[in-house]
Each structure stands twice: as C-alpha cells, then as structure tokens.
C-alpha cells in the first residue's frame, strides 16, 4: 500500500507546495480535494498538467476527493443536483488529467429522514445521480470510491451495510473506506470498543474496497486527528487491511488549520509505523 496525506490539511498553501511538501515528509501519494479553496468552480483545468508534471517529478500518485462543499447528489432541488453533478464530472476529467485512477465520491443528504417518503426520494436521488456519473468515470478510465458516513440518519448510504448493498446494485461502483467516519457511526451505534467491528467491516468489504482515508476521533466529533489522537484501536484495523491484501492508496485525512505542517508530519509518521512495520 502507499501511504499520503490529503490537500484537507492545507487550505491556505498551493497546491504546488502541497505536493513538495508531502514528497518532503516520504509520502508516496497524494489526495486532492477537487473543490474550493484551491480549486473554485470556474477552476481552468488546462492547469492541471502543471499539477501532474510536479506530481510525477516527485513519483507521487494522485487520488481525487470529488466535489462536495455546499453539493448534494441526493437533493430535491433539481438545479442543486445537477450543479452537484457537473462539478462530480469536472472531478473526474481533473482525475484523469492527473494521471489517478480513483475519485472519491461522498453520500447523499436528506435534511429531514424522519419523513419517510422524502428520505426515500432522496436515495432514489442518489442511486440515480450514481447511474449517470459511474458510465461517466467508466469511459475515461476513472473508479468512482462511494464513502461510508459517520452513521448519522440523514446521510445515504448511513451504514457500512447500506453502502454494500449499494455497490452491489451499481456495476462499477466501489468504496473508499473512512476508518474514523467507521468509528464514529460505531459509537453512535452504540459500540465502544470499535476496533473489531471496524475490522469485520474492512473484510466484509474487502471485494470492494479500493481505497482507504485514515484519521482518528473521540466518537463523537468527525475531528480528523492524527491516527493515536482519538481513541481508535488501530491494531485490528490494520490487521484486516493486512488480511485482505490491501495495496492501494492509504490517505491521512487530517485537519488542524493552524498547524497543518507539524500535523502533516506527525501523520505521516503514524502511518508508518501503523502500517509499514510488521
Ligand atoms: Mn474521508
């Protein structure tokens, strides 16, 4: 597996520095966040090649977090999907100008799921906003990684078990597995020790998974910390991710504005002795 960080950490540098900077601390990837702040909707993407040029200069690869802030893919305004759906497309197209092969795709929102029939609308929505961007990514070579959530009501899919059954149904479409979002929807569940379950999610996943965001929490806030910040036990998770072979991207996902460098550092530092120790 390669292991990297997430453009998350750093809205206030460039890109370029992002990536110098990742390449500087031994990262062998990067995930970039196709959305504001770096890259606003009128975004030129004939600037991309600069992007991959530096990419490949220092033999990092690349995933793409597609579009998300302010979008839903599962919205009953009709303009607000489809909004959502040109920008998920444009994710892709700067995707496959990367030289990636992956592009994260985040859940629907219903704001009130106690209304049964508009939550049902909405996963309608979102399985078929998912019908039209999979033969998109499909023709220009891209995977489309459906997120699992934090287990809140008002996401689509909410559980790692609805998200299964949902790549079941869509050809193509595989998953990025979110360790923290995992843990958290677990607490909220209920569950204290989250370790196991995290790990029989990972291997009941395991025909799907094709890539991985790592970041710790408390259970109750989606906080984005270091891995060994928050209270998850990594140990078995890292065993399932070893049991099922996984090799593809690993992508700290961490958020802290006013100290992103040290942050970035003490990730990446996590990560490997979490993942390339035995
Ligand atoms: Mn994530």
Known sequence: MKLGLSSLLFPNASIDDIVKFSAKLGAECVEIIYDAPHFPPDYDQRKLSGIKELLDAHGLRVSVHGSFWDLNPASHHRELQKLTLKQVGRSIDACRALGGEIVVLHWGRCPVPEAKDFLEGAKRRYRRFLEQCLPYARDRGVTLALENAGGQLATYPSTVEELKRL?????GAKVAFDIGHAHLAERRAGGKATGLAIAEAIEGLREHLVHVHVHDNHGKDDDHLPPGDGDINFKPV??????INYGGLLI???WNPKHPLETGRKGMKKLRNLFKTS
Do not use: D, G, K, Y
Request: proline fraction near 0%; glycine fraction near 0%; charged fraction near 35%.
């Open 238 to 243: 890292v065993e399932a991710l070893r049991a």
């Open 252 to 254: 700290a996902e961490l």
């Open 167 to 171: 790549v079941l149904e869509l050809e």
